[in-house]
């Protein structure tokens, strides 16, 4: 492979690692909470993100790891679907009816 090949690779993975790494600590966050109930479990996963954001290395935990690859694969899934949906517009060039017009 060339350079700009490995370049191009890497920075479209990128944003993708930035976010399994962002739910990943959520997912940590969510697992170090005290509460019982699932919705007092959220918030307080929300409120001490700041403390486990301040160190940035992963846990290798597998539900933080699961966390952050699910997220990520929605998050990917969802810009591949806006990708494959999205229209063809050719530039300089007009569409609709006023093409076909006399």
Do not use: Q
């Amino acid at each position: 492979m060339t350079s700009n090949k490995i370049k191009k690779y890497i920075l479209s993975i990128l944003p993708y690692l930035m976010i399994f790494w962002l739910f990943a600590k959520f997912g940590e966050a969510y697992s170090l909470s005290t509460e019982t109930d699932v919705l007092h479990k959220f918030m307080d996963s929300i409120a001490n993100l700041n403390s486990v954001l301040s160190n940035p290395f992963l846990s290798l935990e597998p539900f933080d790891l699961c966390v952050g690859l699910a997220g990520a694969a929605v998050i990917y899934g969802m810009v591949w679907y806006k990708r494959k949906n999205a229209k063809k517009w050719r530039k300089d060039i007009e569409y609709g009816s006023a093409r076909w017009g006399v």
